[in-house]
């Protein structure tokens, strides 16, 4: 089948895709979008997360034609040409960081937390980020990122 669907705020067409196929195997392996990371291949890690209508899904749990028409946003999308989104820096700047394999999803959950909720209690950070699975950080730096990013992005 073909694939017609918007990523990232462009038109995009992807051809020969099976309807069992995953978006996130379309993401990365059809249109070059490596944010996004295969690593449960089951909804239960959190690191191929992306906006699927506005919505933060896990993209492995998404087959390709559900995708059809509608609107992508991964991790790549979250910055403009010019720079890194807000939560991206913080990220960057706290050092929350190591092997970077969950960091694409985090950063999704995160943005969508601070559309939501401007300055999230400690509680609702792990609530939300709860799907998020980490193996290297111990999430206290984590935390101190989603924290930065909202204290600029109130103040900004």
């Given amino acids: 089948m073909r694939l017609n669907f918007t990523v990232n705020g462009r038109r995009q067409e992807a051809d020969d895709v099976w309807e069992g196929e995953s978006l996130l195997y379309v993401l990365r392996e059809r249109l070059g979008l490596p944010g996004s990371k295969n690593a449960c291949e089951q909804g239960e890690c959190g690191s191929c997360t992306v906006y699927l209508d506005g919505v933060p899904a896990c993209s492995c749990l998404v087959a390709a034609g559900q995708a059809e028409g509608r609107e992508v946003r991964t991790v790549e999308g979250l910055?403009?040409?010019?720079?890194?989104?807000?939560?991206?820096?913080?990220?960057?700047?706290?050092?929350?960081?190591?092997?970077?394999?969950?960091?694409?999803?985090?950063?999704?959950?995160?943005?969508?937390?601070?559309?939501?909720?401007?300055?999230p209690s400690d509680a609702e950070i792990r609530e939300s980020?709860?799907?998020?699975?980490?193996?290297?950080?111990?999430?206290?730096?984590?935390?101190?990122?989603?924290?930065?990013?909202?204290s600029r992005r109130s103040h900004g």
Avoid: S, W
Wanted: hydrophobic residues 40%; glycine residues 8%.
């Fill in 79 to 119: 910055a403009d040409e010019e720079e890194l989104d807000p939560v991206q820096q913080a990220f960057v700047e706290t050092g929350a960081v190591q092997c970077g394999f969950c960091t694409p999803g985090l950063l999704v959950q995160t943005h969508d937390l601070l559309e939501r909720t401007a300055q």
């Fill in 129 to 150: 980020l709860a799907g998020n699975l980490c193996r290297c950080t111990g999430y206290e730096k984590i935390m101190d990122a989603v924290r930065l990013a909202a």
